[in-house]
């Protein structure tokens, strides 16, 4: 390399050194140094651990949230008691005394309302996770953590405004003439798999509801036509007993009336397993395993795209 002095003599440099960088690509030079992208998505086990460091922070923005949700209302958080209330007196009144679904069904007091509370904890789930990502946008675009913290987050709060119903439940149930036995106890695991199914459920309607901010205002009618299929205010076994084997095929594989089955089959002494499908413990684990595994798979393949756009 050469250049002018001011003296009108050439001065000749030496030759620039080649870099080892030079020829590299963008990718290589960044794993060479190191780098990687903002916001990248992890490996689903790094994802899983992140997430799991995490659960201190997901308990307490449920109980944040939980705590914030009827702090308008003058009744505060009687209306978590009172809302699946107020509905199970809407549908005995029309259902029960006026279309007569209470009709060979014994107990059905209690057997209406455990069908309304256990539906009211999926479909409190399914709302609340259509939400979790376009309704928390400040949030995740402000700090660095695994976007599934959202949906599961709101489904613990569900959960948590169900166990503080079931006194209200039990109390109900008591009153109707039920006597607590051992068989009560099976209402724990009916729960627990509810719980990992409305989780799968409500980070699929995550991502779903990221993209197409449409589908909250759909879901309502969805998950009405959803409730009208799940015997919360009839007996499907009774109903269907003429029905054709597809019809009934159909209704006992559906994972809502699966739950309200096993929730009904612990409290109620005249519901019995002969009233419910074959396999139903298994059908039950099943949906849980499949909709709770699928529903994470599904929701961190998307991770990198959530608060973006």
Do not use: C
Not at 52 to 73: C, M, P, S
Not at 100 to 108: A, I, Y
């Amino acid at each position: 390399m050469s250049e002018t002095t001011h003296n009108g003599a050439v001065a000749v440099g030496a030759p620039p050194v080649p870099s080892d960088d030079a020829g590299l690509s963008p990718s290589q030079l960044a794993a060479k140094y190191g780098l990687s992208v903002s916001g990248a998505r992890p490996g689903l086990a790094a994802y899983t651990r992140d997430l799991w460091g995490r659960r201190h922070f997901i308990n307490e923005f449920a109980k944040a949230r939980t705590a914030a949700q009827y702090t308008q209302a003058r009744l505060g958080q009687l209306w978590q008691v009172m809302t699946p209330l107020l509905n199970a007196a809407v549908y005995y009144l029309i259902f029960g005394l006026l279309i007569g679904t209470n009709r060979g069904v014994d107990n059905f007091i209690a057997f209406l309302v455990t069908g309304v509370f256990i539906f009211t904890f999926t479909q409190s789930s399914v709302l609340a996770g259509v939400r979790a990502i376009s309704g928390n946008l400040g949030l995740i675009r402000a700090l660095h953590f695994p976007r599934a913290s959202m949906p599961i987050a709101l489904t613990l709060m569900q959960l948590q405004q169900l166990l503080m119903s079931m006194f209200v439940l039990i109390a109900i149930v008591l009153m109707t003439g039920e006597v607590p036995d051992a068989s009560w106890l099976l209402a724990i695991p009916a729960l627990a798999v509810q719980f990992v199914f409305n989780t799968g459920l409500a980070l699929i309607v995550a991502r779903l509801g990221s993209k197409m901010t449409d589908l909250a205002q759909l879901m309502p009618f969805l998950l009405r036509t959803w409730m009208y299929m799940s015997g919360v205010m009839y007996s499907i076994s009774k109903l269907t007993s003429t029905a054709p084997h597809p019809v009934v095929l159909l209704l006992d594989i559906n994972p809502v009336a699966i739950y309200i089955d096993l929730m009904r089959f612990a409290l109620i002494d005249s519901v019995t397993s002969a009233q419910m499908p074959h396999h139903v413990w298994a059908l039950a684990v099943a949906w849980a395993v499949v909709v709770g595994v699928g529903g994470y798979i599904y929701f961190w393949k998307a991770e990198e795209s959530y608060g973006r756009g």
